[in-house]
């Protein structure tokens, strides 16, 4: 992606480079390099203003408030994602604005409230159904694992976990699997099989240099520190070396 980056500018294509860096701040954050990722995003924001395009400028708003989301800044997340809404609204770009609400929804998940992600997700797993994008399909029913687990609703949140993560399988998507299998061991009521998808997530992240995001890190640890008690250091070191 850099060195499209870098070819893009060479050749003076504003909307090459433009697609490059927001593709390159995605990957830096998922990488973990949140610094250099926020200023890619921040560039494109910047130059998709320049050329006074709405378009450009919802999508580089959209990927920049994803990316705050991920890094636990929800305050910012809100507010770029409200305003790349708009401007889909006003191009009226109804999958941009689909979006949008699922991050929007993940962000009230995030600060504790599930109306929003309850009213709003289940009309975006429609709208990208009929869009076709399996990306988003997949990020739609990971995003409804998480709000019904946070219902309480177990068997729900892993029916929905399993089709993400079939989904993504089927993508090849290896940094979005490593993100399944770690969701269908939060719902999971066995926890010699939840250490083991554990361990194999956190091996399929080491090899795609793609550590565990921030925004996820907490509500990480704190499913291993439970894990690990209840099963003692010992088992839960060999199940995860199995995994």
């Not at 593709?23 to 910047?46: F, K, M, P």
């Not at 869009?131 to 694992?145: E, K, M, P, T, Y």
């Amino acid at each position: 992606v850099q060195q499209g980056m870098h070819m893009e500018q060479a050749r003076g294509a504003p909307d090459g480079v433009l697609t490059a860096l927001q593709l390159h701040g995605v990957v830096a954050c998922y990488q973990g390099d949140s610094e250099r990722g926020l200023a890619l995003l921040e560039e494109s924001v910047t130059l998709a203003r320049q050329r006074e395009s709405i378009g450009d400028l919802a999508d580089s708003l959209n990927y920049l408030a994803r990316a705050c989301y991920q890094h636990d800044d929800l305050a910012r997340a809100i507010s770029l994602f409200e305003q790349a809404q708009n401007l889909y609204q006003a191009a009226n770009d109804i999958m941009g604005v689909a979006t949008t609400h699922y991050g929007l929804a993940l962000v009230r998940m995030a600060q504790g409230e599930t109306d929003y992600a309850a009213v709003h997700l289940p009309t975006c797993l429609t709208h990208f159904q009929r869009w076709g994008d399996v990306r988003f399909i997949a990020a739609a029913h990971d995003a409804l694992s998480k709000l019904a687990l946070a219902q309480g609703d177990r068997a729900a949140a892993l029916a929905s976990s399993c089709q993400a993560l079939r989904l993504r399988q089927q993508m090849g998507d290896k940094q979005g699997l490593a993100e399944s299998i770690e969701r269908v061991a939060s719902c999971l009521d066995q926890p010699e099989q939840a250490v083991q998808l554990l361990g194999a997530a956190a091996a399929l992240r080491q090899q795609i240099g793609s550590p565990v995001l921030p925004i996820e890190h907490k509500a990480y640890q704190q499913c291993i520190s439970l894990l690990r008690e209840q099963l003692g250091k010992e088992q839960f070191s060999d199940l995860w070396a199995q995994g």
